[in-house]
């Protein structure tokens, strides 16, 4: 069965299947083999489970930690943070590249505060870098568009979900 995940305007198919000794991974025609080593679930305080994941892609073995929000999936793996949204490729025009709203993948301690109020960013610039589990994580802007608010602050916990940027979209 393949799953769609968008990430911005990009559709991305995924499609697992048994094959012995974990699953044979498709991700865009690119073929991987996975391998579960362990998982560790938390509940967070909004009731949102979250995953720690220590899994071996292709005989390399790396931890991610995985949270479901609604129709959202937030992916920390090896220190890079990965947003998707479940289905198809929306046709409500900008909200194609992607929402403007950054969210806190997990729950963790602000590090850097990267934009202010009024800041001009493109997709991929850094926004905020997020300290959890002894990990930094670099959370970027999926649309470009102009900073409307920043709700993180530098030394300060945040829960998963919690949302620290929202860009408006457009030049």
Request: proline share 3%; glycine share 12%.
């Amino acid at each position: 069965m393949e799953t769609r995940l968008r990430q911005g305007a990009r559709t991305i198919g995924v499609t697992l299947a048994d094959d012995g000794d974990g699953q044979r991974a498709e991700i865009d025609g690119r073929v991987l083999h996975v391998r579960q080593v362990a998982t560790h679930r938390v509940r967070t305080a909004d009731g949102t489970e979250a995953a720690e994941v220590l899994v071996a892609i292709d005989g390399q073995t790396s931890r991610a930690i995985v949270v479901r929000t609604g129709d959202r999936i937030l992916v920390s793996l090896d220190g890079r943070a990965h947003a998707f949204a479940l289905g198809e490729e929306s046709s409500r025009g900008a909200a194609a590249g992607g929402t403007g709203v950054t969210v806190a993948p997990m729950p963790g301690k602000i590090s850097r505060v990267l934009v202010a109020a009024g800041d001009a960013v493109e997709p991929g610039d850094p926004l905020v870098v997020l300290e959890a589990m002894k990990m930094e994580t670099t959370l970027r802007a999926e649309v470009a568009g102009t900073v409307r608010a920043v709700s993180a602050e530098a030394g300060a916990m945040v829960e998963a979900g919690a949302v620290l940027v929202e860009i408006v979209p457009g030049g």
